[in-house]
């Protein structure tokens, strides 16, 4: 991440014929989506006047695994929340005795409206979800989003319970590349074929370091902080992956990679 916290990062759609961080499109969007799929919608809570929503089929098909797919913890990585959007358009409501969704569409919706990576209150939504390793006293609070995702916590780790996706972006970099999560020593199907669906879209970062964490082969791996995938994973899920578009490609390019992710990470491909 190299992102200045304070820029904004707006790009226009022309699959949405909006600009990225058209909040009041996105949210009445969403709502014909969770309206023409008979979804489930929760608001979590409201942040700066937005609703935080949990979304999942109704009726959920109860032999389908558990995955919870999230979007939009910082506000300069938009084509998370399009993506998921993008995704639901392609979905008949028929798909859906076959899969259960559970979906965090916008986490951080005052950093999306700006278009800037944390919220108005300076925070940083996808920090301060304390792993075992760090001391106390030395760890970030939890920003509001956050604190609203632990108060919710049974919720979310039964939704991930077999697997969890985020989708994040890199808005300074031209090559797409994961942070994975798997209870084994190296990558194993899970990261290597979300990695592959990234580089069906994007060049994959060169092997070496990104942000201080060793990548090869597009991979980050087991990578523990104070995330809330590295936290959904400490707490027991066994699957998790953190995916990173490229900002520096063409803004829909990113929304369609992020709408395939979500698909192959549901197996529907
Ligand atoms: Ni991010």
Known sequence: MCSDNLEAYIWYSNVFACYSNDI??????????????NLDSKVLTTIGGYPLYFIKSKNSATKEKQRLISAGFHGEEPAGPWGILHFLSCLEPTNLTHINLNILPLVNPTGFAKGRRLNNWGENPNRGFPHPSMIESTAEQASLEGLVLLENLDLLKAASKDGFLTCHEDVCSANGYVYTYENQH????????????LACHFPIVADGEVDGCRVNDGIIFNQFDSSFESFLVSSGITLACCSETPGMQNLDLRIQANAELISAFLGRK
């Open 24 to 37: 009041d499109r996105y949210y009445e969007l969403l709502s014909a989506e969770i309206r023409r799929l």
């Open 186 to 197: 190296e990558p194993g199907t899970f990261s290597k074929a979300l990695r592959d669906t």
